[in-house]
């Protein structure tokens, strides 16, 4: 059986409770934190040709960089989904203690509620903060069920595509939310992460920005001549598809490991065709694939398995991440360097 970790993982792929999706571990809280200044590494926060203010690289960069690393300027964590009235009082206490500077910032961002039905943004006065949290803030929650979200400044200049170029993950020990390239950005390119499920049909993703976010998506995938945009349409759909199965699989311990490894290939295959980077998806996929092969015995497999998923932890985290230092024990371990039985470790890691 896929252990309640992992299960956890593979299902989080979808954007909860109505915020932009945030990858990673969400297990501890930075607690008394105060904010400090946001890092912005090789970019630049500038206008976008119809898109107002995103941010844009300032040179060439690879894969795996640090673009971004800043604490939440705001946060709200509950057990169950506040009322309006519960969170607009939390977060004005918040906003209360933060200098003149910072609120401005703060009331600068985006606020998808006060923009008009015909596109046009409001009056600034029409804003408010719950519609900035609602529009900016990145979810750190498990499920649907609870709010745990966070708000940054510089995190929430970054603008959609449905083929992004970097990824934002939580790092709990640091209390830092972090952007990395998940490839390879040229001098001048627009930095974008995502809003909503890219595995969701064309028609679906513009639908959920509209309502959601109040804009329409123009990013290359949106823009593709109808014959492509169907074949696109057609990956995502498969991909949705793999992931309920596996999901499923691992829900209610299928036997069938072989076949739910099989569908692991199959997703990692088309999400390589359809240009969808979600390191880390691959990260957890990977783990979850290795899990599965130590299970059948078999511990080459299982190493080639961490192996990839290490590679993608370090791309999205960085080598100092919880994550990444966990699998690169673990593929000691597998190595014969460690003494602590593999099967433990998982348990470890997997079984909370």
């Known amino acids: 059986m896929i252990s309640k970790r992992c299960i ?11 915020l932009r999706p945030l990858a990673g571990t969400a297990e501890v809280r930075a607690s008394g934190a105060s904010p400090t200044e946001p890092e912005l590494f090789f970019a630049r926060v500038a206008p976008v040709a119809g898109k107002d203010l995103g941010v844009v690289a300032t040179q060439d960069i690879r894969r795996g960089s640090l673009v971004i690393s800043e604490k939440p300027i705001l946060e709200y964590t509950g057990e169950e989904k506040p009322s309006r009235a519960t969170l607009a009082k939390a977060l004005e206490e918040q906003l209360a203690e933060l200098p003149t500077e910072r609120q401005e910032e703060v009331w600068a961002l985006y606020d998808a509620a ?12 029409s804003k408010s903060l719950v519609g900035i949290v609602h529009s900016n803030a990145f979810s750190r ?21 449905c083929s992004p170029n970097a990824e934002q993950s939580w790092d709990a020990d640091s209390g830092l939310v972090q952007l990395r390239a998940t490839c390879d950005i040229s001098s001048g390119e627009e930095i974008c992460n995502y ?10 993703r513009r639908h959920a920005l509209w309502t959601g976010y109040k804009f329409h998506c123009t990013c290359p995938v949106c823009e593709l001549p109808a014959d492509k945009a169907a074949k696109s349409d057609e990956r995502r759909k498969r991909l949705q598809g793999l992931y309920k199965a596996v ?3 691992a ?30 998806q691959r990260k957890v996929l990977g783990r979850t694939a290795a899990e599965l092969s130590h299970n059948l015995g078999r511990t080459v497999q299982a190493r080639r398995w961490l192996q990839m998923s290490l590679e993608a932890s370090l791309a999205v985290h960085g080598p100092a991440h919880r994550d990444s230092l966990w699998l690169q024990d673990a593929i000691e371990e597998l190595r014969g360097h460690r ?14």
């Open 8 to 18: 956890r993982a593979l299902a989080s792929h979808r954007v909860l409770g109505g």
């Open 114 to 125: 006060a923009v008009t039905t015909d596109g046009q943004a409001a009056a600034p006065k």
């Open 141 to 161: 929650a498990e499920d649907a069920s609870s709010m745990d979200a966070a708000l940054c400044l510089l995190g929430s200049r970054l603008n959609h595509s």
């Open 195 to 204: 809003y909503v499920d890219l595995l969701a049909s064309r028609d679906s």
């Open 247 to 249: 999901l499923l699989s």
């Open 251 to 280: 829900e209610q311990g299928s036997p069938k490991l072989e076949h739910t490894i099989r569908d692991i290939q199959e997703i990692l295959r088309l999400l390589d065709e359809e240009g969808l980077a979600l390191l880390c």
């Open 339 to 352: 003494k602590r039985s593999m099967w433990s470790k998982f348990r470890d890691f997997f079984g909370k």
